[in-house]
């Protein structure tokens, strides 16, 4: 067996069931699973019909579908992507179409990085767990740069030693961030740029939650390049999906978009991965991209939960509205772990322990060593706003009278 399947810790929705073992929740109260970043909101109803088209569906299931996916939907992304972003994107290219972008994620690593013991994937921390099992699988090694209350809960790349960024092979970020909601500022995106120039790394942008913000759109990394004069969008690859945007995370469908050199190297790569698009799925996702009517609506249903749970909740805790995604990520008393299992032994609620979104910080790549620090996830919950809204503000309801009372 690969041996660096060895280095890998159990998946938090494992460790999740774990903690929940043997716990008999409170029967006077309904589930509400608020642990899981999973929409719950209608998806499109032109995705539906399309979907259930007999002949679409039997165009789509007598053929293989092309590792490159169909023109029309790379022509429907790089549509969305010049409205949207305001880059110009070649179809043909810079352009993949991916079976979600969580395969997409864990497989760029696969792709990119060189196979070298010695090699560093540096990420946020708290994280997608897919970036650290991406770096693991590949023989590289994490570097964990602390999302902390001291940096407004953003990571400090700054901090970054020198030794580390000479190792660097790829960098992974996450805008607008899972779990915290913080979004990376387009000065932030440009410093990165620079240190992957100089350093010779790629970065691979997670921007899945980009569609979901309170206020303003967050910036997206090649819009940034772009602003910069990076019209070959060098070294940059950015990860969409249909997922969060359109409430679609059953149809797996994402892209991949950015330097054509890297997307070659990696078209290459997937051609023998196999995670092909089904044509009936592409139809329908090119429709989604095309379509921007009921992601205002998705945003606003999301505005309006956290306009309804906020106030329930900021009597009890110290919490900040996220700038983007659907998730409160709160301080707790004590260990997250165990406000975790009682609150659901207690009111029947399931919320994710952000001690299991992160990893205690020993960057033994640095010169100095420094001795191991927390993991910053720890004394966290991570809440995802994803039910129907009477169920959120419920939930919200009987978590704050629960926390008052412990």
């Known amino acids: 067996m690969n041996p660096n399947l060895d280095r890998l810790q159990d998946y938090p929705f494992q460790r999740m069931a774990a903690l929940k073992a043997n716990v008999q929740p409170n029967p006077e109260f309904a589930h509400v699973a608020l642990s899981i970043g999973e929409p719950q909101h209608q998806p499109p109803g032109f995705v539906l019909d399309l979907l259930c088209d007999r002949a679409l569906l039997s165009q789509g299931l007598t053929a293989y579908p092309a590792t490159r996916g169909e023109a029309f939907l790379r022509e429907a992304i790089a549509g969305w992507l010049a409205q949207r972003f305001a880059v110009s994107a070649d179809p043909d290219t810079q352009i993949l179409p991916v079976s979600g972008t969580r395969e997409a994620l864990f497989s760029i690593a696969q792709a990119v990085l060189s196979g070298d013991p010695q090699a560093i994937v540096i990420q946020p921390n708290p994280f997608y767990q897919i970036y650290e099992g991406a770096a693991l699988l590949a023989n590289a090694?994490?570097?964990?740069?602390?999302?902390?209350?001291?940096?407004?809960?953003?990571?400090?790349?700054?901090?970054?030693?020198?030794?580390?960024w000479r190792r660097c092979e790829l960098?992974?970020?996450c805008s607008p961030g899972n779990p915290t909601g913080r979004t990376l500022d387009a000065a932030t995106l440009a410093w990165l740029l620079e240190q992957a120039d100089r350093y010779d790394f790629v970065i691979a942008a997670d921007e899945c939650y980009s569609e979901i913000y309170l206020d303003s759109p967050p910036p997206g990394l090649l819009q940034v390049a772009c602003q910069q004069g990076r019209t070959d969008f060098s070294r940059c690859v950015?990860?969409?999906?249909?997922?969060?945007?359109?409430?679609?995370?059953?149809?797996r469908?994402?892209?991949?978009?950015?330097?054509?050199?890297?997307?070659?190297?990696?078209?290459?790569?997937?051609?023998?991965?196999?995670?092909?698009?089904?044509?009936?799925h592409q139809r329908a996702s090119a429709a989604a991209w095309q379509d921007e009517a009921h992601v205002v609506s998705n945003r606003a249903a999301y505005r309006e939960k956290f306009a309804a749970v906020t106030p329930i909740l900021q009597p009890v805790t110290d919490l900040q509205d996220p700038q983007g995604g659907f998730y409160h990520w709160l301080a707790v008393p004590g260990d997250d772990q165990e406000f975790a299992r009682e609150l659901f032994r207690d009111c029947n609620i399931t919320v994710l322990p952000g001690s299991?979104?992160?990893?205690?910080?020993h960057p033994s790549a640095s010169s100095r060593a420094p001795l191991a620090t927390a993991n910053p996830g720890a004394g966290?919950?991570?809440?995802?706003?994803v039910a129907p809204a009477q169920e959120c503000i419920a939930a919200a309801e009987r978590l704050a009278r629960w926390w008052q009372s412990r």
């Open 380 to 385: 966290h919950i991570r809440v995802a706003w």
């Open 141 to 164: 090694q994490p570097y964990y740069v602390g999302c902390r209350k001291d940096t407004e809960c953003l990571p400090d790349f700054a901090s970054v030693p020198e030794a580390v």
């Open 171 to 173: 960098l992974y970020i």
């Open 356 to 361: 299991f979104l992160g990893r205690a910080e």
């Open 238 to 251: 950015v990860f969409h999906s249909l997922s969060k945007r359109s409430n679609l995370p059953g149809l």
């Open 253 to 280: 469908s994402g892209f991949v978009a950015g330097d054509a050199g890297v997307l070659g190297e990696y078209f290459s790569y997937r051609t023998y991965q196999g995670c092909a698009m089904p044509v009936q």
